[in-house]
């Protein structure tokens, strides 16, 4: 016994030969199904030299139309997933994109050679089936089996059935291998689907316009982050990966499309953690003469439309509450908000320096030094310390400090704040929206304003964009403009506790295989 085995308790020491001895399994499974791959291919029926399937029916097919299929021939393909066959016949399962199909096998049909050849098919392996389409005594739709072929052989196991895959960290890195283990992972993702395909039919059916903007811009603009820097070698100059599509969308609504909304990826470079990928999909839209009350109607609305086309309901469960998405959503002011959860009442607070004394009182962990941050500032860092939480259904916090919302219009009657609000459900941020800023002259004090937060150490401001300064002298007319985290509603509608539970590759540190 070496002196390391030594220091081992006996249960260390027996779980460390449990080990040895599955790592030792498994290599002789990986060894027996290589040299099953030799035989094949020394006996020239090589199964990665199929090209095609001349496959006429999914399994989704044949059991909805059991009834005209009954008795006829048919050819499916999938993923063989069990196997009981023992002497002259058997049972298995094959599976393809739609679940799964039965199938029976006897040497009376396809043969003792054939049947000998089929007993010797893994799980995992993709056969292509040709058969007659039958129920059992039990009623199950199956397919008596005729003639099959070996399309794929698969070179190592997948993870034992009973057990499953269950570590979070695998089944994200191994995401192909979750899928075929877990259904209720391919529902999510398929419901993924369903989601944004019903966000566009309900922006297009108001006559929305969806767009495409540049992924790769010399200015990361348009919110609040670090931004992911990349190098162009032909322009030599820095570019960056966008954090949000805002400028470039309302740059279309000064050139005359009206409606207009663009999906797709935003990259920043910030932490990782249940709510946040550094790699996300938002929707941004922006519809000229409209303002952030438009972008509430439309926000609930949509949302309410998605959950009734995709699930049926406005009322779902999430993490075990459940949260009614039927519109109209609780509309209430950040004032409001901080009064109702911190008792703190900012209509009363005349000055930065008593906001700063309650955020001393209130024991506030502050980014930046107290006395760089304003009255407006400190309300929000008091929402976020003591009300954000509590926004368990969904609720519409309206009214935001003008200084940290540099690219929204002042409120109407009171220009210490304005016109924006954020949606929150179960305490998390949901979207975001506006009644656009479109004066440039004002625009520009607010850049130059983001300009000097940077010089204090905030590396998330905002930074000049005088292109898109020059498009608000052309003239941009009164817009409402809305961002929603469609990741994040995703993970509402399908009941996910991790962001990475709706991305199919979510953002992982390497590891050696």
């Known amino acids: 016994m070496s002196n390391e085995e030594k220091q081992l308790t006996k249960e260390e020491i027996k779980q460390r030969k449990l080990e040895e001895k599955a790592a030792a399994e498994f290599n002789s499974l990986l060894q027996i199904r290589r040299q099953k791959l030799s035989d094949l291919q020394a006996a020239g029926k090589d199964p990665f030299d199929v090209y095609k399937v001349e496959r006429t029916h999914t399994t989704k097919e044949i059991k909805d139309n059991y009834e005209e299929l009954e008795g006829k021939q048919v050819t499916v393909a ?62 199950e739709i199956s397919i008596h089996i005729t003639d099959f072929e070996l399309l794929t052989k698969s070179l190592k196991p ?7 895959l269950k570590d979070p960290d695998l089944r994200y890195r191994q995401r192909y291998v979750d899928l075929i283990i877990n259904p209720e992972v391919r529902e999510v993702f398929m419901k993924r689907t369903a989601i944004i395909r019903a966000i566009r039919e309900f922006l297009d059916n108001k006559d929305y316009l969806e767009v495409e903007t540049p992924i790769l811009s010399s200015i990361a603009g348009g919110a609040a982050a670090r931004p992911f820097i990349t190098h162009h070698n032909a322009l030599d100059i820095d570019m960056y990966l966008r954090i949000a599509t805002e400028l470039y969308l309302k740059r279309l609504i000064v050139g005359g499309f009206e409606k207009v909304y663009e999906m797709g990826k935003n990259f920043r470079n910030e932490g990782i953690d249940i709510r946040h990928n550094p790699e996300f999909t938002m929707i941004e839209l922006y519809e000229a003469y409209a303002d952030y009350n438009d972008m509430m109607e439309i926000t609930e609305n949509m949302v309410a439309y998605v959950c009734e086309k995709v699930l049926g309901t406005t009322k779902v469960t999430y993490q075990r509450t459940e949260i009614d998405f039927t519109p109209p959503w609780r509309r209430i002011t950040m004032v409001d908000a901080v009064k109702e959860h911190a008792g703190v009442d900012f209509n009363s607070i005349k000055s930065d320096e008593e906001a700063r004394q309650i955020a001393k009182e209130k024991g506030l962990q502050l ?47 009171n220009e210490a704040f304005t016109e924006r609000f954020e949606g929150f459900v179960y305490g998390r941020e949901l979207c975001n929206a506006y009644s656009e800023l479109n004066d440039p002259i004002v625009q520009r004090e607010r850049f130059l304003q ?16 005088e292109d898109f300064l020059n498009a608000l002298e052309i003239g941009m007319p009164p817009t409402g403009g809305l961002g929603i985290g469609i990741d994040r509603l995703i993970m509402f509608l399908t009941d996910a506790y991790s962001i990475r539970d709706v991305l199919l590759f979510p953002t992982m540190k390497p590891t050696q295989m």
Request: charged share 35%; net charge neutral.
């Open 450 to 465: 983001q300009a000097r937060e940077r010089e204090l150490g905030d590396d998330e401001a905002y930074v000049m964009d």
């Open 78 to 139: 999938g993923r063989l997933m069990s196997k009981r066959v023992q002497g002259k016949a058997g049972f298995s399962d094959i599976h393809d994109r739609y679940g799964k199909i039965q199938l029976y096998i006897k040497i009376d049909d396809v043969g003792e050679e054939k049947l000998k050849s089929y007993k010797t098919f893994d799980i995992g392996d993709f056969v292509s089936i040709t058969g007659l389409v039958f129920k059992t005594k039990t009623g």
């Open 367 to 413: 980014k930046k030094k107290l006395e760089d941050y304003t009255k407006g500032e400190i309300l929000n860092e008091l929402f976020e310390a003591y009300a954000e939480e509590k926004m368990i259904q969904p609720t519409f916090i309206c009214d935001y400090p003008v200084e940290i919302s540099p690219l929204t219009k002042k409120k109407r009657g």
């Open 158 to 164: 997948l993870p034992e059935k009973f057990h499953g």
